[in-house]
């Protein structure tokens, strides 16, 4: 053997020891990705969490909540809060629209007082 | 044969649909270990696998007489979970930020001995690592739903479910290492 065919072959050796005894397995794995029974397995883990009695622990719970409102029930309550919305607006605006009047009618009230003392002065 | 099922099916969801409790019981029975293994793909968590299902099927109940078809209940069924994990995925991503407790409260491990191989344990660090959606999107290959019908369920189209899927494929042989 020639002198650098034994160290090709020494550095083959070498390169193969870093391998994982199951290089194929994982090359294999890693490039096909899960298999089906794995897959399999996930689901059955999945489905073996669920306890006896689940369908008809779902239907009482489904019993229990109330009903989902209809479209008509949504817009009449859509309707009655919009209303009493712009009620309580209308409300608040006038009110203090009364106060500004009075408020406007009281400092008139004493300027005009003011006019007549000093036309009375005079 | 396929045809007798599914038109089985569709009067078993219109009986449920008519509000027949025994039908509403079949169909949950019927699908139970289904959605509940895609629950399981799409959180990873054994302890959320009962309570998101219980949601899914509670929605079904509710919405049963809105769905217009009949013949399409399974995809219907199934983007019904795959919204309700994503919900719930996305609360816990809110709750994450607002609350002050750390990645390792929420992220339990699963105890020893609950799952069973290192392969699946595996699968389930690799599906942990794409987002929501390609989960979904690998979870419905798996439960056997052709591209038409995911496209479908996902409202979208046949190729862009084909790029999604290439793509949610390779991310997952990406992270795919088990150490066996």
């Known amino acids: 053997m020639k002198p650098e065919d034994h160290a090709w072959r020494s550095l083959q050796q070498h390169a193969s020891a870093q391998l994982n005894s199951r290089f ?3 090359v294999l794995r890693a ?8 897959w399999q397995s996930l689901r059955s883990h999945g489905a073996a969490q669920l306890r006896p009695g689940f369908a008809a622990r779902v239907l009482r719970a489904a019993r229990k909540l109330p009903g989902v409102p209809s479209l008509l029930d949504q817009f009449v309550f859509s309707a009655g809060t919009a209303i009493v919305c712009i009620v ?3 409300y608040f605006h006038s009110r203090s629209l009364a106060i500004e009047n009075e408020r406007n009618l009281a400092s008139w009230h004493q300027i005009a007082m003011f006019v007549q003392d000093a036309d009375t002065g005079l | 044969m396929e045809s007798t099922s599914s038109s089985a099916l569709a009067d078993l969801v219109r009986r ?3 509000g027949e409790e025994s039908a509403q019981h079949e169909l949950i029975v019927s699908y139970q270990h289904r959605v509940a293994g895609f629950v399981y793909a799409m959180t990873g968590r054994s302890d959320y696998v009962e309570d998101l299902s219980q949601q899914v099927f509670i929605k079904m109940i509710r919405a049963l007489d809105r769905l217009q078809a009949p013949a399409q209940f399974e995809s219907w069924l199934f983007r019904l ?3 309700t994990c994503i919900d719930q995925l996305r609360r816990q991503k809110l709750r994450r930020i607002f609350l002050p407790f750390g990645e390792e409260h929420e992220n339990i491990p699963e105890p020893a001995g609950a799952v069973d191989s290192e392969e699946l344990d595996a699968l389930r660090h690799a599906l942990a690592q794409l987002r929501p959606q390609d989960r979904a ?3 419905l290959v798996q439960e056997g739903r052709s591209h038409a019908e995911i496209a479908e369920t996902l409202e979208t189209s046949v190729a862009a479910v084909k790029a999604r899927l290439h793509r949610a494929r390779e991310h997952l042989r990406e992270h795919y290492t088990p150490q066996s």
Do not use: I
Not at chain 1, 31 to 38: I, L, M, Q, R, V
């Open chain 1, 24 to 26: 194929a397995d994982r």
């Open chain 1, 31 to 38: 490039a096909n990705g899960p298999c089906d029974k794995t």
């Open chain 1, 88 to 90: 309580g607006t209308l």
């Open chain 2, 16 to 18: 449920a649909q008519q």
């Open chain 2, 81 to 83: 979970a795959r919204n």
């Open chain 2, 137 to 139: 999107l690998l979870a």
